[in-house]
């Protein structure tokens, strides 16, 4: 039983209920961040106060509220801020890199590009990364012990918007698929705190989340609910 080992953080910030996530190991305390965004010194903060380091920068997918940049005239706070403060690198899929560093300010010694199925570690804690393209070309998801941190690829009752440029409503279909054979008891822990409730099991989200039950039938249902 590793699980008393993992230290596992879920954030809200930000204007638009992005969450923000911490991963570590309670031993060596040392901690992955999911998606630092908006308000870095505040992440950094929570970490110091709990006790850990920050060592790895793992991002959903290159949207700016995920990632930082700049975004409608306004900057947002992100991964490139919070290498001003953390000696880290930034994990994305292969797919995402050539949109990094034109909004992040990212430089490519800053990033590490990994595939579906690769692993970090944080410690003695194992992250699998998985690719779940869709709502974007390299959007992924990260799998931790039974926690699944999903990104805008799944919500909690509903899934990312796929009308977006680099969206791509088939994929999402196919990606959903796959999350959908993840074991029942994995704890979904989405990227924006859009529900009722912050985290669900995937037996719960097969029983009420509409696409991912359109996702077990057809891709033309599937497609047809998507426009
Ligand atoms: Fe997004």
């Excluded at 290159?62 to 290498?83: K, N, P, S, T, W």
């Excluded at 985290?199 to 509409?210: C, G, I, V, W, Y």
Aim: charged content about 20%; proline content about 5%.
């Amino acid at each position: 039983m590793a699980e008393p080992r993992l230290y596992f953080k879920q954030m809200e910030i930000g204007p638009m209920q992005n969450f923000t996530y911490l991963i570590g190991d309670s031993l060596s305390r040392e901690a992955a961040v999911v998606d630092a965004a908006w308000d870095i010194p505040a992440i950094i903060r929570v970490a110091e106060q709990d006790g850990f380091t920050i060592t790895k920068a793992l991002v959903t997918h290159y949207h700016q509220d995920h990632l930082g940049g700049d975004f409608a005239g306004f900057h947002i706070q992100g991964a490139a801020e919070l290498l001003e403060h953390v000696k880290a690198k930034v994990y994305i899929n292969k797919a995402e890199a050539p949109f990094l560093g034109r909004l992040a300010g990212l430089s490519k010694s800053d990033i590490v590009q990994v595939e579906s199925g690769d692993t970090t570690t944080v410690g003695d804690i194992t992250i699998t990364f998985l690719h779940t393209p869709g709502h974007t070309p390299g959007s992924q998801c990260f799998l931790v012990e039974h926690r699944l941190v999903a990104g805008d690829t799944l919500f909690i009752n509903s899934c990312g918007r796929v009308d977006l440029p680099g969206s791509n409503p088939e994929d999402m279909y196919y990606s959903l698929q796959r999350l959908a054979q993840l074991p029942d008891e994995t704890v979904l822990y989405p990227g924006h705190n859009y529900a009722d409730k912050p985290s669900a099991t995937l037996a719960e989200q097969k029983r009420h989340n509409m696409y991912l039950r359109l996702s077990l039938r057809n891709l033309s249902d599937f497609l047809a609910v998507m426009g």
